[in-house]
């Protein structure tokens, strides 16, 4: 089964308007992270927000907020005022603290969102 | 400055041909990591190291070598017996936590023919 579930495999939007990108997850483990990213077309990956499962706030960072909802497991990335800079493939991941019998395990990515941004 | 350095931006081979992409950091960090992406897809995981010495398989490890000599270095062998080496390569670390980021690299992209 995935672990992290991206649906769109494609979005755009409206230079200033915002935009919301979905990510869902699935994992049994009471302690993870999530993790959102944004890949140019240059290959760079660039770290956007984090979100921990026992926080109790949604993340922000700037422009970009993640709409946490636990029981729902999904942690959608929210882009307020898009820029044409904006346009660019995003990837949610997620860390769980006790993958693999290791202390704090490795990232797992989804399939990415590639999002244009329209003058 | 601190930071992830991966090594040729570009590189190109004859299938058949062992490759060594190389990654090395600065930032001090215990874990390293190699991750696979095919055009339009996800990072999948093929390799990860945690400490020194030490290395574990990811989800695609078949056809491909690390080793851990250093805790700056983290080098990645491509060998002949991995079927589709073609894609782009992303090394990178991180503090051994579970609210800490991965810092990447700038990749490595592989073309075999």
């Known amino acids: 089964a995935q672990k992290i579930t991206q649906t769109q495999p494609g979005m755009f939007v409206q230079e200033k308007e915002a935009v919301t990108l979905d990510c869902t997850y699935d994992t049994s483990d009471p302690s993870y992270g999530l993790f959102w990213y944004k890949q140019p077309s240059s290959g760079e990956m660039i770290f956007l927000i984090y979100q921990g499962s026992y926080d109790q706030q949604n993340a922000t960072e700037g422009r970009y907020s993640l709409n946490f909802q636990k029981a729902r497991k999904s942690a959608n990335l929210v882009i307020s005022a898009s820029q044409l800079g904006d346009s660019a493939m995003y990837f949610c991941?997620?860390?769980?603290?006790?993958?693999?019998?290791?202390?704090?395990?490795?990232?797992?990515f989804g399939q990415g969102t590639i999002l244009t941004v329209h003058p | 400055d601190g930071g992830i350095t991966q090594s040729p931006k570009y590189l190109f081979r004859k299938e058949g041909q062992n490759v060594t992409l190389s990654c090395e950091q600065n930032?001090?960090?215990?874990?390293m990591y190699w991750y696979r992406q095919d055009p339009g897809q996800g990072l999948r995981l093929i390799y990860y190291?945690?400490?020194?010495?030490?290395?574990q398989k990811g989800d695609i490890a078949e056809g491909y070598s690390v080793s851990r000599e250093k805790k700056e270095s983290f080098p990645l062998t491509v060998t002949s017996a991995q079927k589709n080496p073609t894609a782009f390569y992303l090394c990178a670390s991180s503090w051994d936590s579970l609210r800490t980021t991965l810092h990447f690299g700038n990749g490595t992209r592989l073309t075999v023919t």
């Open positions: 190291s945690q400490i020194v010495n030490d290395f």
């Open positions: 991941a997620m860390r769980e603290a006790s993958a693999g019998g290791t202390s704090y395990g490795k990232l797992t």
């Open positions: 930032l001090n960090h215990d874990a």
